[in-house]
């Protein structure tokens, strides 16, 4: 009898090790989502460390990572989605590019920023692995959202930088007025880019069904919309746009969708007397090339990326080499051009550039299967897992949206939320797991 209750105890400790090294590993997924879009305030509290913010996250996911694996039953789950198989030929491919393009010492710095945002998404595969530890990560990407649009919101008060140090973020502007880039030290745009992707997980849960936070997520909805005009990103709005769609599309079968779409379409125009001259300016600049002299240059970068896919279609022209190419004699005379380089402002045409035809279509295949593996966890009979894949679906569609118009295939949050997605996918095709 003393012998059974040893090998309970025994039992009883290991599956409290156990669980305690689960919850643990949860912890670096965590920050590294919250931080991802308030990297201003990471690189605030690592200024004064020898090694910053990414660094040690990164080193903390892979060390939770391995922990993970040591656990048992664990190292089965390691490379068993076609999603992780995908991801890792992008980058095997990225690395063959770089070996055959020429300018290969800015391709390697690429390739190190390309793997930073890739390996949080192997990380993911292996500590989310149940639904819940899947929502806790979209959730800790829409308090970092929250976060962002109230120092926007802020910032347009009192004209003042409150977190934003980097050049990227504090020097841009239209027509003399400053953009805010929120809790980030990347460009506007790009931090617009991510704080719309903390909105649309919460406007995917709001009109889910989500009863428990609806009042929070409604604010969190009108305040990040707001924040977004405030922050004149056309790209980021766009996508907003995109994403409301899909949401509204939810109820098709509805008998007041048509009354939901000729009001979301009364309330869009009814809104724009409302909205700031200079986000107004910057959609009908569009049209009005003198109004907005950046437009020969993104027409210039599709025009000179689409040359170079010509002149190397298989392999293209090597990861980051793009804006090396960008500064070369053969195309000084592009309207808009710049003399010091510039990335391709479009996702996908900037993949089959640099990596060619066969890295385009991974990126596109690996992108494809996340969307199709959360549209495959939306339908799971486990509420949590269902509205957790709905949102990283419609979070992941929007920012594809966003990408036509900005160099993003290594964004961090990119290939974050694709990696929620492909996860949701798979637990919904594992009864046991999403149970």
């Given at each position: 009898m003393s012998s059974a209750s040893t090998v309970d105890a025994h039992g009883g400790v290991t599956g409290s090790a156990t669980a305690q090294v689960r919850a643990l590993a949860v912890v670096p997924l965590l920050v590294y989502a919250v931080l991802t879009q308030l990297d201003a305030l990471g690189n605030r509290l690592s200024a004064y460390s020898p090694i910053g913010t990414t660094p040690l996250l990164l080193g903390a996911l892979v060390a939770a990572t391995g922990a993970m694996l040591l656990l048992p039953g664990a190292s089965r789950r390691?490379?068993?989605?076609?999603?992780?198989?995908?991801?890792?030929?992008?980058?095997?491919?990225?690395?063959?590019?770089?070996?055959?393009?020429?300018?290969?010492?800015?391709?390697?710095?690429?390739?190190?920023?390309l793997a930073a945002a890739l390996l949080p998404a192997f990380c993911l595969f292996i500590i989310a692995d149940t639904p819940v530890?899947?929502?806790?990560?979209?959730?800790?990407?829409?308090?970092?959202?929250?976060?962002?649009?109230?120092?926007?919101?802020?910032?347009?008060h009192t004209h003042a930088r409150?977190?934003?140090?980097?050049?990227?973020?504090?020097?841009?502007?239209?027509?003399g007025v400053a953009r805010s880039a929120g809790g980030s030290d990347e460009n506007p745009t790009t931090a617009a880019q991510m704080l719309l992707v903390s909105i649309l997980i919460?406007?995917?849960?709001?009109?889910?069904?989500e009863r428990r936070w609806r009042w929070p997520l409604a604010a969190l909805v009108a305040a990040g919309a707001l924040a977004l005009v405030f922050?004149?990103?056309?790209?980021?709005?766009?996508?907003?746009?995109?994403?409301?769609?899909?949401?509204?599309?939810?109820?098709?079968?509805?008998?007041f969708f048509p009354l939901l779409v000729v009001g979301g379409i009364v309330a869009l125009l009814g809104a724009v007397p409302f909205l700031p001259p200079t986000l107004v300016d910057r959609f009908t600049a569009i049209g009005d090339f003198g109004q907005d002299p950046t437009l020969y240059r993104r027409i210039s970068y599709l025009r000179i990326g689409w040359d170079l896919f010509q002149q190397s279609p298989v392999w293209g022209v090597g990861p980051g080499n793009f804006p090396l190419y960008y500064v070369t004699d053969a195309y000084r005379w592009m309207p808009g051009r710049e003399p010091f380089p510039r990335e391709l402002h479009n996702t996908y045409l900037d993949a089959a550039t640099e990596l060619g035809a066969i890295g385009f279509l991974l990126f596109a295949a690996t992108l494809g299967h996340a969307l199709r593996a959360a549209w495959r966890g939306a339908g799971s009979i486990d509420p949590v897992l269902r509205r957790t894949a709905r949102a990283a679906g419609i979070a992941l569609a929007g920012l594809m949206v966003a990408c036509f118009f900005m160099p993003h295939k290594d964004l961090?949050?990119?290939?974050?939320?694709?990696g929620i997605a492909i996860?949701?996918?798979?637990?919904?095709?594992?009864?046991?797991e999403a149970a």
């Open positions: 390691l490379g068993e989605t076609m999603g992780a198989r995908l991801v890792a030929a992008l980058f095997c491919w990225a690395v063959f590019c770089w070996a055959l393009s020429r300018h290969q010492s800015e391709g390697l710095t690429y390739l190190g920023k530890r899947l929502r806790a990560v979209l959730c800790a990407i829409v308090a970092a959202g929250a976060v962002s649009a109230a120092i926007v919101l802020v910032e347009h409150l977190l934003s140090t980097s050049v990227a973020a504090t020097t841009a502007g239209f027509e919460a406007a995917a849960w709001l009109f889910s069904g922050m004149s990103a056309r790209s980021a709005l766009i996508g907003l746009a995109a994403g409301a769609a899909l949401i509204a599309l939810g109820f098709r079968r509805r008998g961090r949050y990119l290939w974050l939320i694709a996860q949701s996918g798979r637990l919904s095709s594992r009864p046991g």
